[in-house]
């Protein structure tokens, strides 16, 4: 019956809950839209170029846009560092039942991404020693450093991560991500990774939001003076260099980061956004010392 | 099997207790059986009325150590002891902010060492804030009996201690059995401990790894803390071995499960009973709501009753029992004694156990008597504790008192009340066998009043006899209860399935003794079952007192933190001071440079021109045999002077430029009497001629040589002319006073000038009353004052030697002085000013009848006209002069045939057509009548001897003549203007000035304040932000981040450095705003300018640097006074106030100054800011841009450095957030945008075609105007000088008029821009070099475009504000005076001029004139008002309206046309200006009103306007742009 649909009986309609973990980064995925949106209405009038012209101003707009995507994608990306291993581990404090999944980590500027994702997804955990449930693992959580590091400990003074990982211990998140968080949280000695990721990141956080600006400035002085368009983008592979060289220097210690679990250790390997900067830095400068050299011997 | 088991035993204790997951987890507050003893009730430590504590440890808790403990409890007890508190507590660490608890060590109270320093505890945030929840303390450790000193108390710390292979923990390489190094660094606590100068903080991996943070605290403890480490390893091995297949987490779980099920047992049913002597009960079950947190009374006093039973040493043992005696070298400050003495171990040792081994130390411990438990304590503990750095030895007794007060803890009989206690009601009671004398001094020290007790010192004296009455014992047990029936995964409770029964059994029967078999080399049967206690040991007793050492412990040493730094501290400040000096130095250096190559140049070039002169010299030394030549320079003033080149030529001195234009002359035929001085200190190198008269001639050479060279010349030239000279000699201070320079001359001819006019217009009593006084001494100068020509000429702004100044100065001279006195100008001044047009016809007449002869002839015509046009800078060629006295003549009536014209004819031709003019253009004089003037002009005749010399002039002295002619006139001038209907109302207002002194400053504020509305409101709105943010950041850390707590360090330091900081952000962005030119450009279009006075901009950067210069010193100074006290502050304060870039690891030092100053990112850039900031002050100085210009510029752009540094500076973030990006980055994009406008504007070099000196500093310049650039007239352009620096560009309005094929513009010199500007160009036009480029930028401004669409236009310009018009009247002229002319409206405009002299606009004269030359002289009808006239008349804007008015009649028509401007003297009023027009032109429906300058007038003007519009006549529209 029409008048029924989606429910039944007269009832109130009702929906299954969708529980879902993040998988994404909403404000990523609307810049990476953004600038495809550019781009694509760059295309649109390009045939209105005539000749040679059309290519240049393809490839014009298309570079310029790679490089301010890389930017901003950097900025904003949660893919620094990461680290995944698939691994037996233990799942809830109040089993005895081990689970296996595959524990990942994704490290951005200001906050880690810690996922934990069965393998399968759904398993069947031991609640007690005669209960069992079947569960579906898949979690993603997110542990902000930016930008305080705040007083030792957990308290209402203690730094950022620190109080969310606290927040996260009474929410009761499964112990491997907890693990992981924790080793943020720690500060003494060479065990300072929250403190090592926030300084790297705020630096290099404050380094690439001073491309942007510098990049919009090329970007306007390329339709002005070329040679100091080309200048721009230069300096802003420059500002993009250092905080990648930020990125990676600054750290306490030498000893890398490494979570042991089970079945292996995560180690942190540079990830996707370290990569788009270091590409976005290449071709900025490439872009910049071209067109500066083409504008002075032109 | 393949389940984990004892993975939910959490290394952090969560997850415990399943309704309260963090219960017994780190971090969670203690909590208080009794209620709290504060003194407040919330949070105040008791301290009212109770005895010192160091006093009463040493009182009380001294005595007679090496007393075994009659129970025979073994030092492995008591070290255990020591283990198990450090698994349930950990309350160590400072409360944040510090708050000090320092115990006053009375004995000492004399020395410098008489505090033993102190920080309360940490608590739990928000306790302690309000009545109903008292301060509480917090508890790092799991409350937990779970071996967190085995594992650590985090998950990431445990996974540090391990191998990741079979379970294990890690082993140190080489050294099985032994944890390893810290070479991973976990933050175990790490005091410094050696006593080396300076102390330095001990490497991280000079300590073992253990759970336990302070673990390495003494051999002990490390070594019980081995056993359980090798405990877990022996287990881990079986369960590998028996589990081959087992993975390294599985292997680990299970040997952790087992290693705390066994610690659990031994410490509750093996360690617990020896205590507290009794046996606690036996477990029943898991109590889910049973708090397992640590209560106070426990952690803080019955828990260290175990401090009793620690003794001075350890005597250690080998197998066979026999003490090793003595100790091997590698146990250091033991090494050679008997036992391990503690206090010379705390914090050491960790390699002697690795290399000798734990066993003789178990060994030892376990045969070893504890010390009996009592009250007293061993020196180790109470006196010679180690300390921080401040003091190395300390007493844990006091301390421990001291803590209990902290924590509030509640007195003995209240807690023996809680605990069921009956209360004692009598010192004796207390200790039946404590010494009478003991109980004395107890009884003395609390008052008698038992209530008083303190729990620990009670607690410590209790009688021990009988367990049961004993509160320790009672709060330990009930503590351990807690504990052990609070935790769900304890070992005996069976519903957490951890142990099976069988596996249960083995841990209940597992001993201690069976663990230190396991784990030691030593044989089993060497040691007792129970370990605890020293019965049953193999091994004799053996007492270690401390008597038996030969080494006492250390002394007790205490560092000043700041010891040794005075002198870098000194010296950091004065390297920053160093800063300004030597920039200022390096500024002076290039400055000085560049004049020395500048003189160079120009003396090269005068040789030049010395050498042409003196060739030219050559050929005229046949007419005259003399003719010496020498340079040098004449000092004009103070510090002016300019070089010439001086030419002693028959009678006269004659001084030329080094561009050879003359530029003195000084003739000596007149005087037979000189002066001559000499310098004789210094260099010698200064002469005064002295000149009567006339300012000296002060003469600086090279070297004294040229002077000596000089002066016999002069002799010689003075003797040659008969002049009598007296040469003096005198030093050069006195001999400068003596020298009347040009500027002392000048002053005194303004004087002079001034009181001429006074006396000749008859004004201005109220002044000269008012001076008078001042001037009395002046006035008597001025009387003997005499004007030269040459004087004359200067005033008049005409060349010395023209006709009209010759024939003028020699018709005044009556006396034929060769000088003008005062007496002769003014009677001159009142002829031109009052006289008679006939009068006036006579006096020119007189001019040019340069022979004398009565008559003019053609000659004398042809001169006169030559002479006009040469004033009006025309020219015509000899036959146009010719035709033109041809006309004149004719005029006369005077035939070809005929020469000359008599006085009769000349006076007709002058009045003829022209009478009317002389009459309108009649000085108006304020506030004068025309009568009264007659009068006055009347009484001025009679007064004044001119009277009776007029009559030279051939006119009557009679009024009658004259006024009948002006009558005349006057009706034929009526007739003349009877078709306009009424005469245009043009008189002034003068405001004469005020007599009182407040009245005048109230006068001189209501002026400013009305002229500078729009700045004052900005500096309100401006400063206003600037003390919100500074009292905003003031209060914030005086009052509102007291928790932050730097205020309680530094005091006034950190509000000072923090509020002038934020003003200093505030500053140094809003300073990019007024450089950000284009917006401004923009803006000062729009309405924004009723707002913000746009032009003031670079005024306003210059003030906001200095300010923030200001705040600048304030914060140097600030952080100066902060870093010092950071540097006396040990690491644990530090690192509360600063988590970000310190961490408390025990170490107690405090960061050097330097490494403040030079090692932290904010001090370095702070530093390099400095020197940023001295190099841009300094080069900014007036005096830098006067004379290193260039370096200026250059240096300027330092400013990119310093913002980048400023970023840098915050970016640590130590005290705040970084905040200074966020100020900082919309006018970072603003002025980046506002730069790149800038570049994108393609530069063009200009060429400047002509570049001439004006009077009065100013420079008018010439330029091509460059293709398509089109403007309106009233616009401005900015320039650069390609030599000034191609950044630099200034604003100046256009005076070209659109049609005009040049651009040109009038630039005065009033700052080292421009007066740069001008010597460039003066200096390139006498070297007749090239002319230096420009870039331009422009046009802006709207311009006032309208005027030509009302048929009758006012324009109104005062100040600088008369610059536009400039333009717009040259287009007016142009525009009507060609075709299109005939289509506009425009039919009359009266421009009004407005200044309060002419002197700095006198270049608008000029262009007046040209106007009134053209056909725009109908059309304009010009009036000139002069403020200032009293204070600051100027003669030459006035002599040559004067002269103009008069004497341009004369010419012909179509040469000189209606002059009509004319002078008043005081303000406009503009509402009678204006009405008059409506009736003058009472056709025109709506006028025109354009006013420019400043908003005092222009509001005037529209006050005017309203008022007008408002009667329903005609319409004004007014449009202005304030200035
Ligand atoms: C719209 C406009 C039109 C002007 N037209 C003329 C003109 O036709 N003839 C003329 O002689 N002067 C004119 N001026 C004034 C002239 O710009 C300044 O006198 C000159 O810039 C002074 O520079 P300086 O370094 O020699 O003097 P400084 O001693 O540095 O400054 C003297 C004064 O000029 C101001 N000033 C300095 N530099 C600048 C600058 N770059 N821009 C604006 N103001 C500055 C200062 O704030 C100060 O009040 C005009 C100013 C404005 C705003
Ligand atoms: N020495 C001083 O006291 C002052 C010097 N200056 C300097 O003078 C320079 C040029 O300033 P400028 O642009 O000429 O401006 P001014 O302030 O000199 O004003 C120009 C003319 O306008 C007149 N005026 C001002 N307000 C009114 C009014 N409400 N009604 C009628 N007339 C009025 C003034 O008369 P009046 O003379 O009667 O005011 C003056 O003659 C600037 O560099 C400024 O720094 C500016 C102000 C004061
Ligand atoms: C040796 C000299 C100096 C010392 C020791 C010093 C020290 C400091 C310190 C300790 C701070 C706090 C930083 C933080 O919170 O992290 C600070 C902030 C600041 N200082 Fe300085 N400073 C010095 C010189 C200067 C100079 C010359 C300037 C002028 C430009 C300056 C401008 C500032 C500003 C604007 C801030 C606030 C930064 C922000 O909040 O982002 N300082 N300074
Ligand atoms: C540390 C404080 C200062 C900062 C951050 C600063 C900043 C600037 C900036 C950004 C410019 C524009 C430069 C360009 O266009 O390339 C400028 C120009 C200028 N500054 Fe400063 N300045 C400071 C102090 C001073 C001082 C103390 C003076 C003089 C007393 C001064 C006088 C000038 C002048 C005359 C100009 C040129 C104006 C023009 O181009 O029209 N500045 N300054
Ligand atoms: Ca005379
Ligand atoms: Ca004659
Ligand atoms: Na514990
Ligand atoms: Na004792």
């Keep these: ?122 398993q069947t955990v031991g609640h007690s020693d005669s209960v069992n449930f079947t569960e579906r693992i898949d979690y993603n959580e997110r542990f902000h450093w930016a930008w305080r590091q705040g007083r030792i400990g957990f308290g209402p003074y203690a730094g950022r ?138 | 099997f393949n389940d984990i088991l004892n993975r939910n035993r959490r290394m952090d204790g969560w997850y415990n207790n399943l309704d309260h997951p963090q219960w017994g987890s780190p971090g969670e507050r203690m909590i208080r059986r009794s209620t709290n003893g504060y003194s407040n009730g919330i949070n105040k430590p008791i301290e009212d009325g109770l005895p010192n504590p160091h006093t009463l440890s040493r009182l009380l808790m001294r005595g007679e150590s090496g007393i075994p403990s009659v129970t025979g409890k073994s030092v492995f007890l008591a070290f255990f002891g020591q283990h198990v508190g450090d698994d349930m507590i950990d309350s160590r660490r400072n409360a944040c902010p510090s708050e000090y608890i320092n115990i006053e060590i009375e004995e000492n109270k004399e020395s410098n060492n008489h505090i033993l320093p102190m920080y309360r505890s940490k608590f739990i945030t928000g306790s302690g804030s309000s009545v109903n929840s008292p301060r509480m303390l917090v508890n790092e450790a799991t409350s937990w009996l779970d071996g967190s000193v085995i594992y650590g108390n985090s998950h990431s710390w445990s996974e540090h201690l391990r191998s990741f292979e079979r379970g294990r923990l890690k082993e140190e390489d080489g050294h099985p059995g032994y944890p390893s190094f810290n070479r991973n660094e976990i933050p175990l606590y790490n005091p410094t401990i050696d006593l080396k100068r300076p102390p330095k903080t001990r490497n991280p991996e000079e300590l073992l790894s253990f759970g336990n943070p302070r673990g390495n605290e003494n051999p002990f403890l490390m070594t019980i803390e081995i056993i359980w480490f090798r405990w877990h390893n022996h287990l881990a091995e079986k369960i590998a071995v028996q589990n081959p297949d087992w993975s390294d987490q599985q292997i680990f779980d299970k040997a952790r499960k087992w290693t705390i099920a066994t610690y659990q047992n031994i410490a509750f049913y093996e360690w617990l009973p020896e205590i507290i002597g009794t046996s606690p009960p036996p477990y029943r079950e898991y109590n889910k709501f049973m708090l397992p947190s640590v209560s106070v009374e426990f952690s803080i006093a019955a828990m260290r009753l175990g401090h009793s039973l620690v003794p001075s040493g350890v005597v250690l043992r080998q197998p066979d029992c026999s003490p090793i005696d003595p100790l091997p070298e590698d146990y250091l400050a033991s090494a050679g004694e008997p036992a391990l003495r503690l206090c010379n171990t705390y914090w050491q040792l960790q390699d002697a156990l690795l290399d000798l081994g734990i066993e003789g130390i178990v060994l030892g411990m376990t045969s070893q008597n504890a010390e009996e438990e009592d009250a007293v304590v061993v020196d180790d503990l109470a006196g010679f504790l180690y300390g921080p750095l401040k003091r190395t030895r300390m007493d844990l007794e006091a301390m421990t008192i001291q803590r209990g007060r902290d924590a509030g803890l509640q007195r003995y009989n209240e807690v023996r009340k809680t605990y069921d206690l009956p209360p004692i009601t009598d010192f004796s009671q207390l200790n039946p066998s404590l010494p009478n004398e003991v109980i004395a001094r107890l009884r003395n020290a609390y008052n008698n009043d038992t209530n008083k007790l303190e729990l620990y010192v009670a607690g410590m004296m209790e009688d021990r006899s009988n367990a049961s009455n004993v509160l320790f014992y009672k709060i330990i047990l009930e503590q351990f209860q807690r504990t052990r029936d609070g935790d769900r995964l304890w070992f005996e409770n069976a519903q957490n399935g951890l142990f099976n029964a069988s596996e249960l059994q083995e841990i209940r029967q597992t001993t201690m003794r069976d663990i230190i078999a396991a784990t030691t080399t030593f044989n089993r049967s060497l040691f007792q079952p129970n370990v605890f206690n020293t019965a049953g040991s193999r091994c004799a007793s053996i007492t270690v007192r401390k008597d038996m050492f030969s080494k006492s412990c250390t002394p007790n040493t205490g560092i000043d933190f700041f010891y040794g730094y005075w002198g870098k501290y000194a010296g950091i400040v004065v390297l920053l001071l160093l800063f300004p000096f030597v920039s200022y130095f390096v500024m002076c250096m290039i400055a000085w440079k560049r004049q020395y190559d500048l003189a160079k140049a120009k003396k090269i070039a005068t040789q030049k021109v010395t050498r042409r002169k003196s060739s030219s010299q050559n050929e005229a030394e046949i007419e005259s045999e003399d003719g010496a030549v020498f340079s040098a320079f004449e000092v004009e003033g103070q510090d002016k002077s300019r070089r010439v080149v001086v030419m002693l030529e028959g009678t006269c001195i004659k001084l030329f430029s080094s561009a050879g234009r003359e530029l003195r002359k000084i003739c000596f035929s007149h005087f037979k009497k000189s002066f001559l001085f000499m310098s004789r200190n210094k260099r010698k190198d200064l002469i005064v001629i002295r000149v009567p008269k006339e300012y000296d001639v002060v003469l600086r050479f090279n070297d004294s040589l040229e002077r000596v060279e000089a002066i016999k010349n002069v002799q010689e030239f003075m003797q040659h002319n008969g002049v009598n000279v007296d040469v003096f000699e005198m030093d050069e201070s006195a001999l400068k006073e003596e020298a009347v320079t040009k500027e002392a001359r000048q002053a005194l001819l303004e004087t002079f000038l001034r009181q001429t006019f006074a006396e000749a217009l008859n004004i201005d009593d109220a002044v000269e009353q008012n001076s008078k006084a001042k001037y009395r001494h002046k006035t008597m100068e001025v009387a003997d004052c005499e004007l030269t020509q040459m004087e004359l000429a200067e005033t008049m702004g005409m060349k010395p030697d023209s006709l009209f100044v010759t024939q003028m100065f020699q018709l005044a001279d009556t006396d034929h002085s060769g000088y003008l006195s005062f007496r002769e100008f003014a009677d001159l001044i009142i002829l031109l000013m009052n006289g008679s047009p006939e009068q006036k016809a006579k006096m020119l007449f007189d001019m040019y009848d340069v022979d004398h ?400 000196a004006l009077p009065s500093g100013v420079l008018n310049l010439v330029f091509k105007r460059p293709v398509a650039f089109d403007y309106q007239s009233g616009q401005w352009v900015r320039i650069a000088s390609l030599s000034l620096g191609t950044n630099e560009y200034h604003p100046f309005t256009l005076t070209s008029a659109p049609h005009e094929r040049y651009l040109s513009l009038h630039i005065r010199s009033v700052g080292p821009w421009t007066s740069n500007l001008r010597n460039l160009y003066q200096t390139a036009v006498e070297h007749q070099g090239k002319l230096p480029n420009l870039y331009l930028d422009g046009p802006f401004g709207e311009g006032h475009q309208d005027w030509y669409k009302y048929e009758v236009s006012v324009l109104v310009g005062a100040g600088i504000g008369v610059t536009p018009f400039a333009s717009i009247l040259k287009d007016i002229v142009n525009r009507t005076s060609t075709k299109k002319g005939s289509h506009i409206p425009c039919k009359k405009i009266y421009f009004i001029w407005v200044t309060r002299t002419q002197r700095h606009f006198e270049w608008l004269t000029d262009i007046i004139r040209e106007l009134e030359e053209t056909a725009g002289g109908d059309l304009v009808s010009t009036h000139i008002y002069i403020t200032q006239f009293a204070n600051k008349y100027d003669l030459r804007t006035t002599m040559l309206y004067i002269c103009e008015r008069y004497f341009q009649k004369v010419a012909n028509k179509s040469m000189f046309t209606g002059l009509k401007a004319i002078t008043h003297f005081g303000r406009p009023q503009f509402e009678a200006f204006l009405d008059s027009l409506q009736t003058k032109h009472k056709e025109v429906r709506t006028l025109g009103v354009f006013s420019c300058g400043p908003p005092g007038l222009t509001n005037g003007v529209e006050d005017a306007c309203r008022n007008l519009n408002k009667l329903n006549k005609a319409r004004f529209n007014h449009f202005y742009e304030n200035f």
Excluded at chain 1, 194 to 208: E, I, M, P
Excluded at chain 2, 1223 to 1232: D, N
């Design chain 1, 1 to 122: 019956m029409i008048f029924d649909a989606w429910r039944t009986n007269g009832g109130p309609t009702q929906h299954p809950a969708m529980p879902t973990a993040v998988t994404s980064d909403v404000l990523e995925i609307g810049f990476v839209f953004a600038f495809c949106i550019l781009a694509f209405s760059f295309v649109l009038i390009i045939p209105g170029y005539k000749g040679v012209s059309r290519l240049y101003m393809l490839l014009r707009v298309v570079i310029s846009l790679f490089i301010g995507a890389s930017i901003f994608l950097g900025v904003l990306g949660q893919d620094w560092e990461s680290a995944e291993i698939e691994t037996k581990t233990a799942y809830k404090a109040f089993t005895k039942t081990e689970i296996h999944a595959k524990v990942g980590m994704k490290i951005g500027l200001g906050s880690v991404n810690v996922t934990l994702k069965g393998t399968p997804i759904y």
């Design chain 2, 853 to 1252: 002869s009565g008559e003019i002839n053609r000659e004398e015509g042809r001169n006169m006209i030559k002479s006009f046009l040469e004033m009006a800078g025309a020219n015509l060629g000899p036959d146009e002069v010719s035709a033109a006295v041809s006309t004149i003549f004719k005029e006369a009536g005077i035939g070809e045939n005929k020469d000359s014209l008599t006085l009769e004819d000349f006076t007709y031709v002058l009045l003829k057509d022209h009478r009317e003019a002389f009459e309108s253009s009649e000085l108006s004089m304020p506030g004068i009548t025309k009568s009264l003037k007659k009068k006055m002009n009347h009484q001025a005749h009679h007064a004044s001897p001119m009277i009776r010399r007029q009559d030279t002039y051939g006119t009557s002295s009679e009024e009658v003549n004259g006024t009948e002619i002006r009558q005349r006139v006057t009706s034929n001038s009526d007739t003349k203007e009877g078709k306009s209907n009424g005469k245009v109302f043009s008189d002034a207002t003068v405001s004469h000035e005020e007599k009182t002194w407040f009245a005048r400053t109230w006068k001189y504020l209501k002026r400013n304040v009305e002229n500078y509305r729009r700045h004052i409101f900005c500096m309100v709105i401006f400063y206003g932000i600037t003390i919100a943010l500074l009292v905003e950041r003031a209060t914030l850390h005086a009052y509102g981040a007291q928790h932050i707590g730097i205020r309680r360090v530094t005091e006034w330091g950190i509000i000072i450095s923090r509020a002038s900081a934020a003003a200093i952000s505030f500053h140094f962005r809003s300073i990019l705003l007024t450089m950000s030119r284009n917006l401004i450009a923009t803006c000062r279009e729009t309405l924004l300018k009723n707002l913000i006075p746009f032009d003031s901009a670079v005024a306003f950067h210059k003030q906001i640097a200095y300010v923030a210069l200001v705040e600048t010193i304030f914060h140097v100074l600030g952080h100066a006074s902060n870093f010092y006290h950071f540097c006396v502050h040990p690491l644990p304060v530090l690192a509360c106030l600063f988590p970000k870039i310190f961490v408390d690891d025990g170490s107690d030092l405090p960061k050097s100054l330097t490494w403040w100053f030079f090692e932290t990112i904010t001090g370095l850039t702070g530093v390099l800011l400095l020197l940023t900031i001295s190099i841009i002050y300094v080069f900014a100085m007036q005096y830098s841009r006067r004379f290193c210009f260039r370096a200026f510029w250059i240096t300027h752009h330092l400013y990119t450095v310093l913002y980048i540094l400023t970023i840098l500076h915050g970016s640590l973030g130590i005290v705040q957030a970084p905040v200074f990006h966020f100020y900082l980055v919309v006018p970072v994009v603003i002025f980046l945008i506002d730069k790149m406008i800038t570049i994108s504007r393609s530069k063009v070099q200009i060429t400047v075609i002509k570049a001439e």
């Design chain 1, 161 to 298: 991560i620190n109080q969310e990982f606290r927040q996260a211990q009474y929410r009761g998140v499964p112990l491997p991500i907890q693990w992981v968080a924790e080793y943020f949280t720690l500060d003494g000695e060479l065990i300072r990774w929250g403190r090592s990721y926030r300084t790297a990141g705020w630096f290099a956080n404050q380094v690439l939001w001073t491309a942007v600006p510098v990049w919009l400035i090329a970007n306007i002085l390329s339709c002005v003076v070329l040679f100091y368009a080309g200048c721009m983008f230069m300096v802003t592979s420059v500002f993009m260099f250092v905080s990648l060289i930020i990125w990676s220097t600054i750290k306490w210690g030498t000893q890398p980061l490494s979570i042991p679990f089970e079945d292996g250790v995560l180690y942190t390997h540079y990830g996707s956004s370290f990569w788009l900067v270091v590409s976005g830095g290449i071709v900025s400068f490439l872009y910049g010392a071209i067109i500066a050299m083409m504008d002075t011997f032109t």
